[in-house]
């Protein structure tokens, strides 16, 4: 039994100093495995006789349960030795800053797509939109500029090379051609299902585009038309409708004046001046007694309604054409066009506006 003991007393040592888990593995695999210490000790039971196998099976069986609990202790304390040392080296370091996150800018062109937008909508305007590339007849004919119309060369317009078919094609030199567009679909509305034409209130904005270039003018640029026809709308209804939304797009007072003017497509025609005052190089709206002339307007013609199939002893309305763009730079004072559409990121972080702050009538349109 003296060697029990000191075989024991042995392994106990070997557990104690085992200082990670393998090497406890190793001293269990030694003591404990198939050919280990004790496992041939046990082995040995089997040559005795049953007397002196009485008093050595128990007392290894015994030996056997203390090395496991032993073992089974030192692999708790090790364990948690272990997963201490790695949580001190894993430790987040909490005060390291963020990483900076780029954020993006809506371009002065898209905050006042949308502010107009909202003004409109709030009036019960509804979206158009139509291609960039127009045939002529959308473009200019059925607007009225019948061909070889003088003001047809008014427009700088960029000719596309002939189709197969010989029509000219062109970059849409105003968003007029929607005002067609959504005439003709809602007379095809009409025809399919048997009804009255139902009242047209769109607005239509988008990019238009010109073989001009200098401060106030891009060869491309935007737009925002609007439209509406049914059997009451009257000149009064456009003046009301557009100094309403100047009174709401500037967010101060202004004052609007409307003057005769000529568009083809529209009869009587007028633009919609606002006043303001320019001091010290800027531009200050809803004071002094200057105008600057922000949209043009009128009842449409008559042969704009026939030429697409309605008829204006029955139907009339208004149209309105703004320049976007024209509206950033009074409304934001950016005094260069071309700079809107240079692609410089610190003009954009300059002028451009957050994308979290959506426009809208109540809480806001821009701040
Ligand atoms: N299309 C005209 C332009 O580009 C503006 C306009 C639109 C005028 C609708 C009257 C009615 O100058």
């Given amino acids: 039994m003296d060697d029990t003991q000191k075989l024991e007393n042995e392994i106990a040592a070997a557990i104690g100093a085992a200082s990670d888990e393998a090497a406890l593995e190793a001293v269990r695999v030694d003591a404990l495995g198939k050919k280990g210490r004790v496992s041939l000790l046990m082995r040995g039971l089997g040559k005795m006789s049953p007397e002196e196998r009485q008093i050595a099976g128990p007392a290894l069986n015994a030996l056997k349960t203390r090395l496991n609990e032993l073992i089974a202790t030192r692999k708790d304390v090790l364990a948690e030795a272990a997963l201490n040392a790695r949580l001190e080296t894993e430790r987040l ?118 073989c001009d270039s200098d401060q106030t003018h891009t060869p491309m640029f935007h737009q925002v038309e609007g439209l509406v026809i049914d059997k009451e709308t009257h000149m009064g209804h456009l003046k009301g409708c557009l100094a309403d939304f100047a009174a709401t797009f500037f967010e101060t007072e202004v004052k609007t004046r409307f003057r005769p003017h000529h568009f083809p497509f529209t009869e009587p025609s007028a633009e919609m001046d606002i006043g303001y005052e320019r001091k010290d190089g800027q531009i200050l709206i809803g004071q002094g007694d200057q105008w600057m002339e922000i949209l043009g307007s009128g009842m449409v013609h008559p042969n704009v309604l026939t030429s697409v199939g309605i008829d204006p002893d029955v139907y009339q309305g208004f149209a309105f054409g703004m320049g976007i763009d024209r509206l950033a730079m009074l409304k934001y004072g950016i005094p260069d066009l071309r700079d809107f559409f240079a692609a410089d990121a610190r003009w954009l972080k300059h002028y451009g506006f957050s994308p979290l702050l959506q426009p809208n009538l109540a809480t806001g349109l821009s701040s």
């Fill in 93 to 210: 370091d909490m005060s390291l800053p963020a990483r900076a996150r780029t954020q993006g800018r809506i371009h002065p062109v898209s905050q006042v797509m949308d502010e107009v937008a909202v003004i409109f909508g709030d009036m019960g305007f509804a979206v158009a939109e139509g291609p960039d590339i127009e045939d002529d007849f959308h473009n200019f004919t059925a607007l009225n500029f019948p061909p070889g119309h003088p003001a047809r060369d008014q427009h700088d317009t960029f000719f596309l090379n002939e189709k197969e078919d010989g029509e000219q094609m062109v970059l849409r030199t105003h968003t007029s051609p929607v005002q067609i567009r959504t005439m003709v679909a809602a007379v095809e509305r009409a025809k399919k299902t048997g009804g009255d034409l139902e009242p047209i209130r769109i607005i239509a904005p988008g990019r238009t585009y010109r």
